[in-house]
């Protein structure tokens, strides 16, 4: 059975409203069965992290039949589900990447069970990865705005998270920026289209979650909250 660990998450940022200069600081724990617990402080490297993250609108595929008897799929928007990816990389170099569906009419939606999220670098030193859990925002906790149906950049948010995932001892790369690329079969990017997209630090392979048999368990909960000041609220 899986060792069980859990990390503790808060991401805070002040507006400067409040007379607070630094909006994006983080502090994090990581807590293991039988072993010392890691904490350290870090702030959001706004440098970097120039958004809280980026909406685009999600599709709703459909099948059905013509009147001519032939058969297709339709794609179609809907205007209150939106998809999210997030990358927060911290001082510490530790970055998160985040992928979650949003919809107006929830207080939750869920970890894309493809994509997911990688959490690695840092003080941990290790890359955890999963496909599995929810993300939940307050009465105004993330700005976006439903009515335009194009990609829009994320200004702020207020979540809280519950992640699963598993890691290895393996040592993370120290490569910080992670990118999406697409893939067909969740293993490989391509150069062509998909409907399938992953995080990768090279560019070339998919960053997988680890079922070998020394992979342990994780979970990660704790409240994200992000402040961009140089990206415009929709």
Known sequence: MFRSIVILLVFSSVFAACGLKNENKAEISLLADG???LYFLGDV?????TSCGQATPATTSTTGTGTTGTTGTTSTTNNTRFTVISQLIFKTKETLNLRFTYDSTQIQGKIDPQQ??????????????????????????????TALQS???????????????????????????????????????TSGTSTTQCFTSDNKTCLVQNTTTDAKSVIIRGTLKCNAPNIVPQ
């Open 151 to 189: 990609a829009q950049q994320i200004s702020f948010f207020n979540l809280e998270i519950t992640l699963n995932g598993t890691y290895s001892n393996i040592a993370s790369s120290s490569t910080t920026i992670l990118n999406s690329c697409n893939t067909l079969d969740s293993v490989n990017c």
């Open 116 to 145: 997911g999220f990688v959490l690695a670098g840092g003080a941990f030193g290790k890359t955890v990865q999963g496909t599995q859990g929810t993300v939940e925002w307050f009465n105004q906790g993330i700005n976006i705005d």
């Open 45 to 49: 490297d706004s440098d970097i992290t």
């Open 35 to 37: 072993e010392p617990a």
